[in-house]
């Protein structure tokens, strides 16, 4: 994985631990949690990769790098279920990586969601 270049965390983004709730009609909504505004990378994945997630179910379709801040950002400080809003998407993080173990930047494996309606 090739780690971000300088200036390439351009896009602000916002972190949120997400809890799914059950409404009573055999669906859920979503509570957001903010936890943390941060500048972000976001990359789409390519088709190959896309159609290799999607036989499996995981269906990741972007990846999102922050930077690793202790307390904050870094894979083991995030809760389990987490959401990014950047420029008006909303994603699933599905997997939450260090970036080639080097301890700057954290990787965001996500599924994008919608567009931004906050709950």
């Not at 990359?43 to 790098?65: A, L, M």
Request: net charge positive; hydrophobic share 35%; glycine share 6%.
């Amino acid at each position: 994985m090739i780690l971000p270049k300088p200036g390439e965390l351009n896009r602000r983004c916002s972190i949120y631990s997400a809890k799914l709730l059950p409404n009573g009609k055999a669906e859920h909504s979503t509570e957001r949690i903010p936890l943390w505004e941060c500048w972000c990378k976001v990359e789409v994945i390519g088709g190959s990769v896309y159609w290799d997630n999607v036989q499996t179910e995981e269906k990741v379709t972007h990846r999102i790098f922050v930077r690793s801040v202790k307390g904050k950002t870094r894979p083991q400080d995030l809760p389990r279920l987490i959401e990014v809003e950047c420029d008006s998407l909303w994603y699933r993080a599905k997997r939450v990586t260090d970036c080639n173990s080097a301890g700057r930047f954290t990787l965001l494996e996500c599924e994008v969601l919608n567009a931004a309606l906050k709950n």
